[in-house]
């Protein structure tokens, strides 16, 4: 794997395009007849130029969820994340908890993911999340980090004011996070 493929996203393109080519998107659960609803914006936060998701998460209608959703590969190709041992983030929120969600082409169905959750301070950290802390979610296949398609940073499960702001997202190596 090139060393342009450990960064997923540092903001050096015009937004909404990522530096793995493909352009974020934001993703609520009305494509589900839920009424959560949001803004994608990218922004200056808090001195860092950032990839920000704002809005209400509601639980009416069976909804729960607002996601900024980037592919990894172009034309729904796959990345080999084998080499390394997670994906970290700099984060900056409003204190709540979010999930990081990860999809593999082994993934027809738009509920099934990867997941593990995090806390988004309100001051910038990073956080590193283990590519053995992600738990399946109605999938019983395993996590194939050969077939990584889609990462998804989403606000989900309770009703609250999502305010998540994103300033790089990377694959990591192992002495990385010690």
Do not use: K
């Amino acid at each position: 794997m090139s060393e342009a493929l450990e960064v997923i996203d540092d903001l050096r393109f015009d937004p909404p395009l990522a530096a793995t080519g493909n352009g974020w998107a934001l993703v609520s659960d009305q494509v589900m007849g839920g009424v959560s609803s949001g803004t994608m914006s990218r922004e200056e936060v808090a001195g860092r130029n950032a990839i920000r998701m704002q809005g209400g998460v509601s639980l009416e209608n069976d909804g729960g969820f607002l996601q900024v959703a980037l592919n990894l590969a172009r034309a729904g190709g796959e990345v080999d994340a084998r080499r390394w041992t997670g994906i970290r983030l700099d984060v900056l929120g409003n204190d709540q908890t979010y999930n990081l969600h990860l999809r593999t082409s082994d993934i027809r169905r738009p509920w099934e993911s990867y997941r593990q959750s995090f806390r988004a301070s309100p001051a910038w950290t990073t956080v590193f999340l283990p590519f053995s802390g992600f738990a399946p979610h109605r999938t019983d296949r395993p996590l194939n980090l050969s077939r990584l398609r889609r990462i998804g940073i989403v606000a989900i499960g309770r009703a609250f004011e999502a305010d998540i702001a994103v300033a790089d997202i990377r694959f990591y190596a192992p002495q990385e996070a010690s």
